[in-house]
T-cell receptor, first 114, second 111 residues
Framework: EAGVTQFPSHSVIEKGQTVTLRCDPI?????LYWYRRVMGKEIKFLLH????????ESGMPNNRFLAERTGGTYSTLKVQPAELEDSGVYFC????????????FGNGTRLTVT | GEDVEQSLFLSVREGDSSVINCTYT??????LYWYKQEPGAGLQLLTY?????DMKQDQRLTVLLNKKDKHLSLRIADTQTGDSAIYFC???????????FGTGTKLQVIP
């Protein structure tokens, strides 16, 4: 099966611009998560979708971040306007909906805000 | 809050055993994980252990869990150069596999 795919793999933008990251989960996985690793620190949880619904968005840093999962398939994470401290690697993960199922991660999107 | 701590760097010679250690704080964790990240790649789930287990072995990998001390370790036997990567310890909390990651340990294997 195809794994979790993320696009783009790398994005360089200027402060104040907008960037949209995309994640395609493994087909059939109801759970979709966004995580990020900033400046070599811990990988931090951002939010969790169950199908198209936001189950938990307690990790979203502020209202400059908007995540969507229309139709319960792929998800986008928009940063608008981007700030310098948003630089880091944004990971997406997915898992099946029932029982215990480990998270499958994508390769991440490296975001650099200059 | 939940914290997971790891040493940042480990260097071993090829063929030796590597032991990567991790401490966590959430005693209600159900699962504890080890993920591997190779350069430019995503996070690969290596193995996981249920909190009611003390040990899990999978080929060259051995996971030891000491719940009393909240200590988790990953032993890699016969370490190879292909094992060079960053290894993340993680625990879940809050259900739905919402996990907390450590800072990662960079393993360098010297030929």
């Amino acid at each position: 099966e195809a794994g979790v795919t993320q696009f783009p793999s790398h994005s360089v933008i200027e402060k104040g611009q907008t960037v949209t990251l995309r994640c395609d989960p493994i087909s059939g996985h109801d759970n979709l998560y966004w995580y990020r690793r900033v400046m070599g620190k811990e990988i931090k949880f951002l939010l969790h979708f169950v199908k198209e619904s936001k189950q938990d968005e307690s990790g979203m840093p502020n209202n400059r971040f908007l995540a969507e999962r229309t139709g319960g398939t792929y998800s986008t994470l928009k940063v608008q306007p981007a700030e310098l401290e948003d630089s880091g690697v944004y990971f997406c993960a997915s898992s099946r909906g029932e029982g215990y199922s480990p998270l499958h991660f994508g390769n991440g999107t490296r975001l650099t805000v200059t | 809050g939940e914290d997971v701590e790891q040493s940042l760097f480990l260097s071993v010679r090829e063929g030796d055993s590597s032991v990567i250690n991790c401490t966590y704080t959430d005693s209600s964790s159900t699962y504890l994980y080890w993920y591997k990240q190779e350069p430019g790649a995503g996070l690969q789930l290596l193995t996981y252990i249920f909190s009611n287990m003390d040990m899990k072995q999978d080929q060259r990998l051995t996971v030891l869990l000491n719940k009393k001390d909240k200590h988790l370790s990953l032993r890699i036997a016969d370490t190879q150069t292909g094992d060079s990567a960053i290894y993340f310890c993680a625990e879940n909390y809050g259900g739905y596999q919402k996990v907390t990651f450590g800072t990662g340990t960079k393993l360098q294997v010297i030929p």
